[in-house]
């Protein structure tokens, strides 16, 4: 069927938190809301009716994954990203910064340090930093157009080679948390990058937690490449985390998947998972007819993705050129660096929700690197990205 990505559908008053906390969080109820990165397209088709085939059976008792859930995810990863995944590798999780959480809890120790690549999805602060952890900054370096990992300063990091005389000191550092494709610069990295990444984590003992919620929303040209798929040395030091939640838009479903080919990782993962906390009957019979149904809604919808962020990128190289963006190769989520505005963060965030009457995410919130910046979601209708573009352009010609 034909999806109809510019159709713009009211979502007031429907419990959600990027339309019904605008006046709340940004102080304006006529800020046009591109911040969390949930979409405002519906979901699919398929997904809709297997939810109102669920709901119609008037019984919702404890439930669990069903079989034929698991083959659907072991066939979607092989069928789309060539990973060959055992159904007893997968374990259920309401949502991913649940999962990561409990991996934080499992395969560290009170005390540790953790490895973020700021500027990072935030939520990976507080796993870190909530479980009584250390957050060790590896920033992200960018060259104006693109970001890469740094990795001499990761290796300066875990083994005290730094310049400008730091001493060597041991690492406590236990865990690298990735985020690919990466929110909120928007890399989808390469086979190459991630081989070294990986190479030097098992070097240094760093197992890698690899959040890959974006996986499969890439834009046009980009190839993912999953972590575990480098080797099997790679896949048995790597705890993959995935979901149905972002490419479907079901996040409010609360249901997503760690994968972990390693048995001990698995066991000792298992252990920290507490109660009734890996999803819900809802969301398994949301992910099970996205990854059985979805495929021709997911290349309509990249291929719409793709058209937003180039008017994105376009407008701001041609119509604001104080700013510069950054489009991703994969998530929704454009990066947008303000520093040429030349507004201290306090004074940016006032631009943008008072003068602008936009609810973006601030940069500064994604870390050491961010600040200056703001996080733009481009998965909206056309009309309304333009509307937000608009509103962007008339308030940065009045200062
Ligand atoms: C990188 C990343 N991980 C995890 C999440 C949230 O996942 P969940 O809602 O399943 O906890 C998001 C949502 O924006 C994200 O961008």
Redesign the pocket.
């Known amino acids: 069927m034909r999806y109809d990505f510019d159709r713009l559908i009211e979502r007031r008053n429907t419990s959600s938190e990027k339309w019904d906390k605008i006046a709340e969080y940004f102080g304006h109820e006529d800020a046009l809301p591109l911040w969390v ?1 949930d979409m405002d397209f519906p979901a699919p088709e398929p997904v809709v009716e297997a939810l109102r085939k669920r709901a119609e059976h008037p019984f919702y008792g404890y439930s669990f994954p069903p079989d034929s859930l698991y083959e659907a995810i072991v066939d979607w990863l092989w069928r789309r990203h060539g990973w060959r995944v055992k159904k007893e590798w997968i374990v259920f999780s309401a ?4 999962g990561l959480y409990s991996a934080v809890e499992a395969f560290s120790r009170p005390g540790d340090e953790v490895i973020v690549q700021p500027p990072v ?1 935030f ?1 990976f602060f507080s796993a870190v930093k909530n479980t009584g952890r250390h957050l060790l900054y590896n920033q992200l370096v960018t060259d104006g157009r693109r970001y890469t990992m740094d990795f001499a300063g990761l290796e300066a990091l875990l083994r005290g080679k730094a310049g400008g005389g730091a001493a060597p000191r041991a690492s406590r550092a236990s865990l690298l948390i990735l ?1 690919s494709p990466h ?1 909120p610069v928007g890399r989808v990295w390469t086979r190459d990058e991630l081989s070294t990444l990986a190479r030097i984590c098992a070097e240094d003992g760093l197992l890698i937690l690899s ?1 890959e ?2 996986c499969d929303l890439l834009i046009e040209g980009a190839k993912h490449t999953v972590t575990a798929t480098l080797s099997e040395e790679v896949a048995r030091n790597t705890v993959t985390f995935m ?1 149905a ?2 490419t479907f838009n079901v ?1 409010g479903l ?1 249901t ?1 998947f760690a994968v972990i080919p390693d048995g001990d990782l698995r066991r000792r993962y298992g252990l920290t998972r507490a109660g009734n906390n890996n999803g819900n009957l809802f969301g398994y019979a949301a992910t099970e007819a996205a990854f059985r149904h979805g495929d021709e809604y997911l290349e309509q919808l990249r291929a719409y993705l793709t058209e937003n962020v180039r008017y994105f990128m376009d407008f701001v190289a041609t119509r604001i050129p104080r700013l510069k963006a950054y489009g991703p190769e994969g998530t929704y989520l454009g990066w947008l660096d303000c520093r040429g505005l030349g507004l201290g963060p306090v004074e940016l965030q006032r631009f943008v929700r008072d003068k602008a009457r936009l609810a973006l995410n601030d940069g500064y919130i994604f870390g050491p690197g961010g600040e200056g910046f703001q996080r733009v979601n481009l998965a909206c209708p056309r009309s309304m990205l333009k509307e937000a573009m608009e509103r962007l352009e008339a308030a940065v010609g009045t200062i």
């Open positions: 990165a949502g991913v910064v649940n999805y939520p985020c929110n959040d919620i974006h979901s939640a972002k996040p609360a997503s």
